[in-house]
């Protein structure tokens, strides 16, 4: 249907406009780790917000409060579990994925490719984008909990760059011109 009624437009832009601000209220109390880079919960945070958004704007039966409260609730939700993963081990491993080795000194790490469905033109890739032209001058590659992918040209002796990497130990780096 192209139109139904004169409120239907009404409520749209008198609750689509409050509903926008008090989300960015919320956003912004809440702090940048709300914005941040998606990993798979932050990403499912941000799906709800907009299909609350949505809701609130067109579905007349939501009421601007409710809305509101719906908001705030999943917002505060999103905090509660952020602060807690920053202070339980347990927490943290339940909502963030651990950053999984590719590559280690020129050498891929096929296994850990494979689980995460990654090939090796991805890893290709990632190297071009940080201007090298051959892996064998990526002392590690890392897929990021946000799903991207870091390069590190070197690394210091205590390796502290690949602090929280899991290594897996099935997977052992395989020559890279293969």
Do not use: C
């Not at 601007?64 to 917002?75: K, P």
């Amino acid at each position: 249907m192209f139109f139904d009624s004169w409120s239907g437009l009404l409520r749209v832009v008198v609750v689509g406009p409050l509903a926008y601000v008090a989300l960015i209220l919320f956003l912004r109390i809440s702090g940048k780790r709300t914005l941040t880079k998606l990993n798979a919960f932050d990403l499912v945070v941000t799906v709800a917000l907009g299909s609350t958004l949505s809701s609130i704007v067109l579905t007349k039966s939501v009421a601007l409060l409710e809305g509101v409260l719906a908001l705030a609730t999943l917002i505060g939700l999103q905090y509660l579990i952020t602060w807690s993963s920053v202070r339980s081990a347990r927490v943290r491993s339940l909502v963030k994925a651990e950053p999984t080795l590719l590559a280690h000194k020129g050498q891929l790490v096929e296994g850990a490719m494979r689980r995460q469905r990654l090939t090796r033109d991805d890893v290709l890739s990632a190297l071009r984008t940080e201007g090298l032209d051959d892996l064998s001058q990526a002392s590690a590659v890392v897929l990021e909990t946000d799903g991207s992918i870091s390069v590190l040209k070197t690394l210091s002796d205590r390796g502290d760059g690949l602090n929280g990497v899991s290594w897996p130990e099935a997977s052992q780096p395989v020559d890279s011109r293969s």
